[in-house]
C-alpha cells in the first residue's frame, strides 16, 4: 500500500532575526505551529526596573493599515487585572493573552490556516519607552489522506482488487490540502517506486493574506490573495457577491506552482456585510476551483452638517463641567473638564494637554485622571491657567479637539513675587514708590502705610496715584504710585503697600525700606587674569582689524557689585600704579550701563609691561562719591595670573 508521511509539530522553530536596512531594527522571532492546533506568539512584556509597569499591549498583524488585532489594557490597574479585547473579525475567542507565564504569550487555539503573518507586539509603559517585538508565524496545513485512483475513469481504487494479467495499470494517487504542499512518493513492496510522473493537479491552497478587521469607504486598498500547489500555474479571479471584479487586478506567477494577485479595491458603504472572494482553479482540470472568502466591513466617513463627508478620524471636543463657568473660577476651586470623542471605529486613547505639552496623573500636582474621558485639577492655583485640550486616537487616526482657555481668579500679590525692596535716599529729597502687584480680575483699591519706630501710619489717598502697565508688561500687571518726601529723619522706615480686588485683600504687602543714603559699598571678589588678543581689535581700530594681525597682552579685571549706598550707581574707576616708583599710571573709566558682566564691571588694562609689578585700586561710584578702594597687588604681566582682592 502506497503511503505518504508527514511529521507535525506545535512549535517548530523560534529564530531571532532582524530587519535590514533599517534605522532601528525591530527583532523578528520565526515561530511554526500546525493548523487546528494551539499556536503561542511570545512577547516580551518584563520592564526594565522593578517601579515600572506595563500600561498597554498592542497586537498588530502585517502592518496592514496600522490598527490592533488584540489589546491588553491595564492602566489604573494590575497586569492580572487587566481588560482584553479581541477584534472578532480576526481572531474573536479565539486568541488570550497569557501573562503569568514568560515571556508572556498571545496564544491561538485552534490556529487557523488564515492566521500567517507577521505579527507585531507593542508594549507601552508607564514611563519608560515603547518596545516592539516581531513574530513571523508560518502555519503548518497537514493534508488530507490520500487517495489512490484506477483507470482514466477515476475509478476508487479497492484493496486486493482483480486486474488481468498483461493489460495496462494506471493508478493516480490525489492529495488534497496542505502547506507547505506535501511531498507525495510511491512505494512497492516496501521500497520506493520512482517510475511515477507528476499530472496536472489542482490547486492545494487559496488564502487572501492581508485581511483587515475593517476597511474605510472611498479609500484605496492593495488585497493580495495567494494560491500554491496547481500544475499548471492556477487563474486567480476575485469577486463580489456574485459579481467578478474585473481589470483591477495584477496577477503575477511568483514560482512554478505559486500564483499572486493583487487586487486595487475601493470600497463603498452599499460593500459592507458583502463577500469579497479570491478564487483560484486550474483550467485543465474540472471542478479544482479553490474559494477565500472575507466578510467586509466598511466604516462610513464622518459627516458635518453639511453632509460633506471628511477623515474618519475621531470627532473631539472639550468643555468645562456643567456646573462651572469659565470666567468665575478662583484660586482653591476644583476644576474638571469632560471630552466628547465620536468616533466610528470606537477610539482606544485618549491623551490631555495642557499648554501643547501631555498631563499625567500627578497626586502632588492635584492632577487626576478619574476615567478616561474626564480631567480633574484639585485646589487650582494661578499656576493652573492655560489652554486644555484632549486628543482621541482610533485606528483611522487621531483628532485633538480645539483648546479650552482656563482662566484662574486670585487675589493681589506683588510682581514677580518680589516683596521688600531696599530705597536710598537724601533729606528732603521725593523719591517715587511704585507698588506693582498682578491680580485677577484688576485691583479695586490700594492702601499704603508708613512704619517708623514701631508706629504704624495710614498714608492719604490723596497722596498716591494708579500707574498705567507698560507695553511691555502683560495686561494682569497694576500699580500704584507714592511721591514720598523725606523731611527729616523720623521719615526713614518702612512703606507698604496693599491692594484690594473682588477675590480679596493682598496677604503680604508690596515693602519699601527707606534708608540714608550714602557712598557705594566696594567691589567684591576682584580678580584679574592676563589675556592675548589682536591689538588692533583692542585699541578700536575699525579700520585695521580685518589686516592687523599683531598680537598685545592684556589685563582682564573682574568685579562683582557691593551695595549700591542707597542710589543708582553711576559708573566704575581703575586707577593703575607702578610699585616700584608709586606713581600714578593710568585710569580708566566704566560706564555703568557699559559693563558687560551682569553682576559687576569688566575692565580691560593696556600698556602694562610685562616682570613689572603694579598696584590696582577699584572704585564703584554713585551720586554721594565713590567707595573705598579695592586693592590687587602685586600685579605683575605673565602667562597667567590671577590675583586676590584687599579691601581697605
Not at 499556536?39 to 490598527?67: L, T
Not at 453639511?306 to 469659565?326: E, Q, R
Not at 502705610?449 to 495686561?475: A, D, H, Q
Request: hydrophobic share 35%.
Amino acid at each position: 500500500m502506497d503511503e505518504v508521511t508527514m511529521k507535525a509539530n506545535g512549535i517548530a522553530t523560534t529564530t531571532w532575526t532582524g530587519e535590514e536596512g533599517h534605522k532601528s531594527a525591530i527583532p523578528m522571532l520565526d515561530v511554526s505551529a500546525v493548523a487546528g492546533f494551539k499556536a503561542q506568539i511570545p512577547c516580551d512584556i518584563d520592564p526594565v526596573s522593578r517601579s515600572e509597569v506595563v500600561s498597554m499591549v498592542f497586537w498588530y498583524k502585517d502592518e496592514r493599515g496600522g490598527e490592533p488585532i488584540y489589546s491588553l489594557d491595564a492602566r489604573g490597574k494590575s497586569i492580572a487585572q487587566a481588560k482584553l479585547w479581541s477584534d472578532p473579525y480576526v481572531f474573536g475567542k479565539r486568541a488570550t493573552m497569557r501573562t503569568s507565564v514568560e515571556p508572556a504569550k498571545l496564544e491561538i487555539d485552534p490556529l487557523e490556516a488564515a492566521d500567517v503573518g507577521v505579527y507585531r507586539c507593542r508594549v507601552d509603559y508607564k514611563n519608560s519607552p515603547t518596545r516592539n517585538q516581531k513574530v513571523n508565524l508560518t502555519v503548518i496545513v497537514p493534508p488530507n489522506k490520500p487517495v489512490i485512483y484506477t483507470g482514466a475513469g477515476r475509478s476508487l481504487a479497492k484493496i486486493l482488487q482483480s486486474f488481468n494479467e498483461g493489460s495496462e495499470l494506471s493508478l493516480l494517487c490525489e492529495v488534497i490540502g496542505g502547506s507547505p504542499p506535501p511531498k507525495v512518493t510511491w512505494h512497492f513492496n516496501g521500497a520506493m517506486d520512482d517510475t511515477y510522473t507528476l499530472e496536472h493537479v489542482k490547486p492545494l491552497l487559496v488564502n487572501i493574506t492581508n485581511k483587515r478587521a475593517h476597511l474605510s469607504a472611498l479609500r484605496t486598498y492593495e488585497i493580495e490573495c495567494t494560491s500554491s500547489g496547481s500544475r499548471p500555474e492556477a487563474v486567480i479571479t476575485w469577486w463580489k457577491g456574485n459579481h467578478q471584479v474585473k481589470h483591477m487586478a495584477r496577477n503575477f506567477a511568483d514560482s512554478p506552482n505559486i500564483t499572486r494577485s493583487v487586487l486595487s479595491y475601493v470600497p463603498t458603504m452599499e460593500d459592507d456585510g458583502k463577500y469579497l472572494t479570491c478564487r483560484a482553479e486550474n483550467p485543465v482540470v474540472p471542478d479544482s476551483a479553490l474559494e477565500n472568502r472575507w466578510r467586509l466591513l466598511v466604516y462610513c466617513k464622518n459627516i458635518d452638517s453639511l453632509g460633506t463627508k471628511f477623515s474618519d478620524s475621531p470627532i473631539v471636543t472639550i468643555k468645562l463641567g456643567l456646573s462651572l463657568k469659565a470666567n468665575d473660577i478662583n484660586e482653591g476651586d476644583d476644576v474638571y473638564f469632560e471630552c466628547d470623542v465620536q468616533a466610528n471605529p470606537k477610539a482606544y486613547k485618549l491623551v490631555w494637554y495642557k499648554d501643547g505639552k501631555e498631563l499625567h496623573q500627578n497626586m502632588t500636582a492635584r492632577i487626576f485622571l478619574p476615567s478616561g474621558q474626564s480631567l480633574v485639577l484639585r485646589s487650582v492655583t494661578r499656576n493652573s491657567a492655560g489652554e486644555y485640550s484632549c486628543m482621541a486616537v482610533n485606528v483611522e487616526g487621531k483628532s485633538t479637539s480645539r483648546p479650552v482657555t482656563l482662566e484662574i481668579m486670585y487675589a493681589p500679590v506683588c510682581k514677580d513675587g518680589s516683596s521688600t525692596q531696599v530705597v536710598g535716599a537724601l533729606k528732603h529729597e521725593t523719591i517715587s514708590l511704585v507698588c506693582g502687584v498682578q491680580s485677577k480680575p484688576p485691583p479695586i483699591t490700594f492702601h499704603w502705610t508708613f512704619n517708623n519706630s514701631g508706629e504704624l501710619m495710614n498714608v492719604p489717598s490723596n497722596r498716591f496715584t494708579p500707574v498705567k502697565p507698560l507695553s511691555l508688561i502683560t495686561s494682569h500687571w497694576h500699580g500704584s504710585r507714592l511721591n514720598y518726601t523725606l523731611a527729616n529723619d523720623m521719615d526713614y522706615g518702612t512703606v507698604a503697600c496693599w491692594a484690594k480686588n473682588r477675590i480679596g485683600v493682598q496677604k503680604t504687602p508690596c515693602l519699601f525700606q527707606i534708608i540714608v543714603a550714602g557712598k557705594p559699598y566696594p567691589l567684591q571678589n576682584c580678580t584679574a587674569l592676563q589675556s592675548t588678543g589682536p591689538y588692533a581689535y583692542r585699541m578700536g581700530h575699525e579700520d585695521l582689524k580685518a589686516t592687523d594681525s599683531r598680537d598685545a597682552d592684556w589685563l582682564i579685571v573682574r568685579c562683582s557689585e557691593g551695595f549700591d549706598g542707597g542710589l543708582p550707581l553711576t559708573n566704575y574707576e581703575l586707577e593703575v600704579y607702578s610699585e616700584e616708583n608709586v606713581y600714578h599710571v593710568n585710569t580708566i573709566y566704566l560706564n555703568h550701563t557699559e559693563r558687560s558682566g551682569s553682576s559687576g564691571p569688566v575692565f580691560e588694562v593696556p600698556g602694562l609691561e610685562p616682570g613689572r609689578k603694579y598696584r590696582l585700586h577699584l572704585y564703584a561710584v554713585n551720586a554721594k562719591g565713590r567707595s573705598d578702594p579695592v586693592v590687587l597687588e602685586p600685579v605683575t604681566l605673565k602667562a597667567v595670573a590671577m590675583y586676590t582682592t584687599v579691601a581697605f
